[in-house]
T-cell receptor
């Protein structure tokens, strides 16, 4: 059974204070690892897909990396508008996504 | 605008009263899926569909039904809702079958069963 564990559950940063979110996973035949952003009361919004160990993708202040066991979402010099819950999900050989419970990020001035 | 729409957005009902939550996408996506999101449990898949007339159970299918008669629509049916189905529901779609395509999510339906 595919499993995803995200840490920490919650993270509070000051504006400009860089940090990383962790996503540990076990999956049979990784077909993709996904990062989503979710704002309160809204549907998840797609950020990145990573397919193989060593792959990296960047978007503005966010950078996602992937190893064989985990993925990191690095947030560089965050701003208050980066406050959200960040979800990690994996797709294995079955036609479905397995999600972690997310990291709730709060960025303060 | 490419999007996934859900209706209603909010629903309060009583135990046993049948209800349907509609989901529609305008992106000609093959794959559609329903999730429920509960505090501490994350997003869990209820049912998915790889194409018209093809549906399959996800992780938590009990108490739910789905149908896929048209490519764009994927309604979620609760024949006899119970309080433990109170949750936030999301519909999602992706271009192709298989997990290696990003899923686009609808805005969510908050359901309360009294």
């Amino acid at each position: 059974e595919d499993q995803v564990t995200q840490s920490p559950e919650a993270l509070r940063l000051q504006e400009g204070e860089s940090s990383s979110l962790n996503c540990s996973y076990t999956v049979s035949g990784l077909r993709g690892l996904f990062w989503y952003r979710q704002d309160p009361g809204k549907g998840p919004e797609f950020l990145f897909t990573l397919y193989s160990a060593g792959e990296e993708k960047e978007k503005e202040r966010l950078k996602a990396t992937l190893t064989k066991k985990e993925s990191f979402l690095h947030i560089t010099a965050p701003k208050p508008e980066d406050s959200a819950t960040y979800l990690c999900a994996v797709a294995g050989t079955a036609s479905k996504l397995t999600f972690g419970t997310g990291t709730r990020l709060q960025v303060t001035l | 605008e490419a999007q996934v729409t859900q209706n209603p957005r909010y629903l309060i009902t009583v135990t046993g009263k049948k209800l349907t939550v509609t989901c529609s996408q305008n992106m000609n996506h093959e794959y559609m899926s329903w999730y429920r999101q509960d505090p501490g449990l994350g997003l869990r898949q209820i049912y998915y569909s790889m194409n018209v007339e093809v549906t399959d159970k996800g992780d938590v299918p009990e108490g739910y039904k789905v149908s896929r008669k048209e490519k764009r629509n994927f309604p979620l049916i609760l024949e006899s809702p119970s309080p433990n189905q109170t949750s936030l529901y999301f519909c999602a779609s992706s271009l192709r079958t298989g997990g290696n395509n990003e899923q686009f999510f609808g805005p969510g339906t908050r359901l309360t069963v009294l």
